[in-house]
């Protein structure tokens, strides 16, 4: 999506969808960290998928910030890597309400001591890593989280020499993937932050909600088995769908507080996100979660984590419970539920570092020197 900065309701409209903060509107001009990003590719020759299909070669793009450290051993000791949710890109988080409150000099994440890497993730993402609209369309390897975390486990292995990590940070399908990635590599990190999801199978609400947005593109006659001519009808309905599950109530009836500027908004998410989603990219990152279940291997996590999730989340309801009864699980892990507030954003709450950084500070203080 195109970040419009000429008026407030399209930067409100910018911020639910990519998930940053809705009251960044006072910080247009903050600095969003202490060094400059950088952007780069690595490519991956003969990618083999969880179901056994390959690729000749995938593309994985990604942003770093900082510079990388090593011990005497050649051990990386300063490395940050941030994932994102789905049908976003790491790019998402250079945004006030969260790198302008976590990179800047003297703030948590200083990216003039730590080396952050923000990967626009393989397919599941909307930014430049290798996805099925890039030309195979529906005929794409049919990918699950296990390969995102490959993936990625290769871009820092191989691309950037990164081979061990002082923090990771997931947000939403990257807080999933976190858990997967501490139970099957549990040395690679000292520490995680998972912000808004939890450690049990896509199930419930959560599954029905996804299969039903799946389903509407499917069941239209326009898809034609992906390959449409045009974006079929059936994704303005599934666009429909993922704007009520990432809704706000309390902050959007503040802002929206009548049938026409409700309706204004409504149309203006659906003509933009027409515009910037594809149908087959769009099923595929929602099918991805079809495996996910961390539940049973959550005490073979080694690093010290954190979950946190916002009171207010449809993805993720607080009155499961599940999140405080699996943490239990895990032999260094730690639940917040964050409370109501003004800074609350739903589900995508993670963008908001101040409501949450003070529990983020208490652990980077307890890591590794």
Sequence with gaps: ??????????????????????????????????????????????????????????????TTLGTLQRDASGRTTNAVVILHGTNRRGGVFLVPSFAGALFNQGQLLDTSKYYVILPDQLAAGAGKSTKPSDGLRAKFPKYDYSDMVKAMQMLLKDGLQVNHLKLFVGASMGCMEGFMWAESNPDDMDGLLLLSCLPTEIAGRNRMVRKLMIDDVKNDPGWNNGNYTQQPYGLRAALGHLLVVGSVPTLWQKEYPTAAA?????????????????????IYQYDASRHYNPQKDLGKIKAKLLLINPQEDFWNPAELGIAQREIEKVKDGRFVQLPFGDLNRGHYTF???????????????????
């Design 1 to 62: 999506m195109n970040i419009r900065t000429s008026a407030t309701r399209a930067i409100i409209l910018l911020l639910v969808l990519l998930g940053a903060a809705a009251d960044g509107r006072g910080q247009q001009n903050a600095p969003l960290g202490a060094v400059p990003p950088k952007e780069g590719d690595y490519i991956v020759k003969d990618f083999t998928f969880s179901d056994g299909q390959t690729l000749p070669e995938v593309k994985l793009h990604y």
């Design 262 to 282: 409700a309706d204004k908004y409504l149309d203006q998410y659906i003509e933009d996100n027409m515009k910037s989603t594809d149908a087959n990219d769009f």
């Design 351 to 369: 963008f908001q570092a101040a409501f949450w950084q003070k529990h983020l500070a208490e652990l980077l203080g307890v890591l590794k020197p």
